[in-house]
């Protein structure tokens, strides 16, 4: 059956520092990947998806960015947190959005 | 410019009753939707989807209705039962495009015992 883990589940870090997320799959061959970002009062934001080992697509100019190393790898990073970067990050995969996403259990990050 | 709205931020109803939730979208494009239902600190769960061709589609105590011609569809849960307290998500998407859902702000719901 097919699982998808990500990590940390909750994570506080300091304005201007590094992060890096990390998201595997299992079970499953060339899924597309996604992460979201759902921030206070608002809903599921995409920030990227991957349908392929390498290609990224991002949706949001912002202070993060997405890199996709092995088919069943999607990491999130950034260089410098801002306090806006706070929010708690999904990261789904999907074989076609005919059959929806299977998310994972979300990062809890908080920028202070 | 959002293109999936879910109005309503909240709904309160009692235990047993039906809980209506709304979601319209203002992309002619969508031609699948789903629900996603989402515990705190977890992350959202499918629910049940509908496909254009349909205007209704039933899972036991749930059931969503699509409106094309008004660009609105409904999630109806009967009975309605303290474990459905969640937040409710809509989610649009257009077959054979770009892989993407767009997601409404979400919903929450409450049930009363």
């Known amino acids: 059956s097919q699982t998808i883990h990500q990590w940390p589940a909750t994570l506080v870090q300091p304005v201007g520092s590094p992060l890096s997320l990390e998201c595997t799959v299992e079970?499953?061959?060339?899924?597309?990947l996604y992460w979201y970002r759902q921030a206070a009062g608002r809903g599921l934001q995409l920030l990227f998806y991957?349908?392929?080992?390498?290609?990224i697509s991002s949706e949001v100019p912002q202070n993060l960015s997405a890199s996709r190393p092995q088919d069943r790898q999607f990491i999130l990073s950034s260089k410098k947190l801002l306090l806006s970067d706070s929010g708690f990050y999904l990261c789904?995969?999907?074989?076609?959005?005919?059959?929806?996403?299977?998310f994972g259990s979300g990062t809890r990050l908080t920028v202070v | 410019d959002q293109q999936v709205k879910q109005n309503s931020p909240s709904l309160s109803v009692q235990e047993g009753r039906i809980s209506i939730l709304n979601c319209d979208y203002t992309?002619?494009?969508?031609?699948?939707f789903l629900w996603y239902k989402k515990y705190p600190a977890e992350g959202p769960t499918f629910l049940i989807s509908?496909?254009?061709?349909?205007d209704k589609n039933e899972d036991g105590r749930f059931t969503v209705f699509l409106n094309k011609s008004a660009k609105h569809l409904s999630l109806h849960i009967v009975p309605s039962q303290p474990g459905d307290s969640a937040v409710y998500f809509c989610?649009?998407?257009?077959?054979?495009?770009?892989?993407?859902?767009?997601f409404g702000k979400g919903m929450k719901l409450t049930v009363n015992p």
């Open positions: 789904a995969w999907s074989t076609g959005t005919a059959y929806g996403y299977t």
């Open positions: 079970g499953t061959s060339n899924p597309n």
């Open positions: 509908i496909s254009s061709i349909k």
């Open positions: 992309n002619s494009m969508f031609d699948y």
């Open positions: 989610a649009a998407s257009v077959q054979g495009g770009s892989e993407k859902l767009v």
């Open positions: 991957s349908v392929g080992i390498g290609q």
